[in-house]
């Protein structure tokens, strides 16, 4: 009974403005004060270019947003109706039943995703965040960025993980909206979210194709917050870096034999674990003009475990490695598993990882800041076209 009390509660304080009496919402920030049917409420608007997963359109007084459930691609989309505060909320009919109802702009957020921690921060917003998951308020005692974000928020309480949340703490922050991720096949943290009752809002950057269409992903939680304009400005932005990227290096790396992989076991890889076609990543590498040495028979989004034997037969004539894990932690395996070494990028250290002093920082930022990664990426494999560069997220091992 209790379960069911504070979903009803959270319910009603996450609906805001009466839907009949939008001058309820007087004095309130950035609330409509003369309500009037048939005008255009959202001057700044955003269009989708690069994503293949969402959209969105605008209504007047509400906009809605459709995406695909990655968590279940067969199902039907996942909507949101993101209506003006002090204006009528939209009647749950038609193409709208079945929505989640946020009233915009958003005000008090969790994040639990440290993908859309990024984005929130990018937009200027970190004050509206009154609660993050267990796992980002860590990050703080150890990172920098992270400690930032937190400093600048609303004293955000500790709201649980994945699908673990705390209801409670939730309610309490009377929280409007919860930016998680969506990991995919196989996981369901948003629809236990939204099964009990919470605003539960996918953040499926990661699941996308290409690394432009993850960073677009801004505009999305932007959206929440009426702030079309920033987030169609910082995608501009990371966009035309992007193509800077891809012109520099066009014609100019073709013959090289790339991975994409972990090998710590602290971050959970047994052995190896690479990416292949289907993954941003690869699809980068393909952008770069780059040979994958674990593309074949790994299509997985998310890439695939590899044994020892498997591991040795896919990349025995790769010269280069990304590493997603920390150079520290890449070194201290090569130490302890020799094994490894009878890869030649390890051998011969042609190889870049991620840096360790702000690795957390850059694992929130990677998936938005795609221009950082592809000039990374690409100053690593190669250097002689990006003189004087260092790398920012990831970099070599000497």
């Given amino acids: 009974m209790k379960s069911l009390v504070l979903v009803t509660a959270l319910a009603l304080a996450l609906t805001g403005c009466s839907a009949t009496a939008p001058s309820a919402a007087v004095g309130t920030e950035g609330c ?4 009037a049917e048939g005008r255009d409420y959202f001057p700044d608007k955003s269009t989708v270019d690069e994503s293949e997963l969402w959209d969105i359109s ?3 007084s509400y ?3 459709t995406l695909t459930d990655t968590e279940n691609t067969s199902g039907p989309k996942l909507k949101y109706v993101l209506f003006q505060c ?3 909320r939209p009647q749950a009919t038609g193409d709208l039943q079945g929505a989640l109802f946020v009233q915009v702009p958003v005000t008090t957020v969790a994040v639990t995703s440290f993908n859309a921690l990024a984005m929130v921060d990018r ?4 004050s509206t965040i009154t609660g993050l998951s267990g796992q980002l308020l860590g990050n703080a005692k150890k990172d920098p960025w992270y400690d930032g974000v937190v400093k600048a928020a609303r004293q955000p309480v500790a709201v649980g993980e994945y699908t673990d949340l705390d209801l409670e703490a939730l309610l309490g922050a009377k929280t409007q909206a919860i930016f998680m991720s969506g990991f995919g096949q196989g996981f369901d943290d948003i629809s236990t979210a939204r099964a009990a009752g919470l605003p539960g809002i996918s953040v499926s950057n990661r699941m996308e194709r290409h690394a432009l269409a993850s960073a677009e992903w801004i505009k999305m939680v932007g959206a929440f917050y009426n702030a079309e304009a920033a987030a169609n400005t910082e995608f501009a932005t990371i966009k035309t870096r992007y193509d800077e990227v891809v012109r520099t290096v066009s014609g100019k790396i073709d013959n090289r034999r790339v991975g994409y992989l972990c090998v710590t076991p602290e971050r959970g890889c047994e052995f190896v674990y690479g990416h292949g076609t289907e993954t941003l990543v690869g699809r980068l590498f393909t952008q770069l003009g780059v040979d994958n040495v674990f593309a074949a028979d790994n299509g997985a989004p998310n890439g695939k ?3 020892y034997e498997a591991a040795i037969g896919a990349a025995v004539d790769a010269d280069f490695f990304v590493v997603y894990d920390p150079v520290k ?3 201290d395996t090569l130490r302890t598993e020799p094994r490894m070494l009878q890869f030649r990028p390890f051998k011969e250290k042609s190889y870049i990882a991620g840096v360790d002093k702000n690795f957390e920082e850059c694992r929130a930022k990677t998936y938005l800041d795609v221009d950082v ?3 990374d990426f690409a100053t690593g494999l190669a250097p002689d076209l990006f003189p004087d560069q260092r790398g920012t997220c990831f970099t070599r091992s000497s």
Avoid at 32 to 35: A, F, G, H, K
Avoid at 123 to 126: D, P, T
């Fill in 123 to 126: 937009l200027g917003k970190n």
């Fill in 58 to 60: 605008y209504h007047n």
């Fill in 86 to 88: 002090g204006t009528p």
């Fill in 373 to 375: 990664l592809i000039r």
């Fill in 32 to 35: 409509v004060t003369d309500y």
């Fill in 329 to 331: 932690m890449v070194q």
């Fill in 305 to 307: 475990p590899y044994d």
């Fill in 63 to 65: 906009k809605t947003i």
